[in-house]
């Protein structure tokens, strides 16, 4: 917030919310085309960008004074892989034995 | 010496809006915000549970999820999305005008917000409502006959489905519970406003209660197209 000026900072804003509009649309498109296997790739992709929107410029971690809070959400997101990626590493090879 | 110290030391000329552990506003509102920030990431650690336990049944029970997912709404699940998104908008907007000082606009945006939150969650008892009558509730008068997406004539397991509609419920139930609590909140926020207790020098309240706004939106944005687009194309 600092770094910029109020109303650059405004117009990032209503650019990010039109961003994320359209992200929800072309997700709805995208459901409704066959991708064969990649259609819950493409959703998850689109919804991983449209948070990570919403959490760099209206959360503010993009310029954000705090390094620690840098420290946090990488933590964060790294102890939520290790709980989906093992998990799922382990059900995904159940059937090999 | 540092201005942190200096201001220490100088402890008389004590700035009203300063807790007295605090050595300077800079600090104290950092602190808050990472305080809101490791409560967020015990969030995602709660909801990533149930982000696992869908992703385990999902891949199990494709056909039945799929089929299941295709009762609900995708319009009234993309609306919701879409006024989600708008909320965010309006509290990014409060925040920054409690930043500049600008009264009108953080009251406004405060009222949107508040307003869009009700929006959602009369959407979402529509869906409810609309569950309980087509007997998608999971327990002892659960039914369910669909066709599985893209397979002629094969009936979805409706004991698998029901492990679907029990995810369903359990996640945008508390998911609906943290808009709740955020209205809840946002109400709080708006009374504050309304006494004048925010200033471009102290708003840290407005700052955390967004942090908490759009860290629920960030749930809804992964929860709409996992519950509502499952193979949809089929």
């Not at chain 1, 929800?24 to 990570?52: E, G, M």
């Not at chain 2, 925040?95 to 959407?123: D, E």
């Not at chain 2, 209660?209 to 499952?230: E, M, N, S, T």
Request: charge should be neutral; aromatic fraction near 14%.
């Amino acid at each position: 917030m600092s770094a910029h000026s109020p109303l650059s900072s405004l117009k990032t804003y209503f650019a990010v919310w039109i961003a994320l509009l359209a992200g929800t649309a072309l997700t709805v498109v995208a459901a409704q085309i066959d991708l064969r296997p990649f259609n819950a790739a493409v959703a998850l992709t689109i919804a991983t960008i449209k948070a990570t929107l919403v959490a760099l410029f209206f959360m503010h971690v993009k310029g954000s004074s705090e390094r620690l809070t840098k420290l946090v959400v990488i933590s964060a997101l790294f102890f939520l892989l290790i709980l989906l990626g093992l998990s799922m590493s382990d059900y995904a090879t159940r059937s090999w034995s | 010496m540092s201005d942190s110290q200096v201001a220490a030391v100088q402890g008389e000329v004590h700035d009203p809006g300063l807790r007295h552990h605090f050595a300077e506003r800079e600090q104290q509102r950092d602190a808050s915000s990472l305080g809101m920030w490791v409560f967020l990431a015990t969030e995602v650690m709660f909801f990533g549970g149930m982000f696992c336990a869908y992703l385990i049944y999902r891949r199990m029970y494709f056909g039945e999820f799929a089929a299941a997912s295709q009762t609900l709404s995708w319009k009234l699940g993309a609306t919701n999305t879409a006024v989600l998104i708008c909320s965010s908008l309006t509290v990014v907007l409060a925040v920054w005008a409690a930043q500049t000082g600008r009264r009108t606009m953080l009251i406004g945006n405060l009222v949107l917000t508040i307003i869009l939150g009700l929006v959602f969650l009369g959407i979402k008892s529509i869906e409810y409502k609309e569950k309980f009558e087509r007997h998608h509730v999971p327990g002892a008068s659960f039914e369910f006959h669909e066709i599985i997406p893209g397979h002629h004539q094969q009936y979805a397991n409706p004991q698998h489905a029901q492990i679907f509609f029990a995810l369903y419920f359990v996640m945008t139930g508390l998911h609906a519970l943290h808009m709740i609590i955020g209205i809840g909140l946002f109400i709080y926020l708006l009374l504050m406003s309304w006494k004048g207790r925010f200033t471009p020098e102290y708003n840290t309240p407005i700052e955390i209660g967004g942090l908490y706004w759009h860290f629920v939106d960030i749930i809804w944005i992964y929860l709409f197209p996992l519950l509502y687009l499952i193979d949809l194309h089929k």
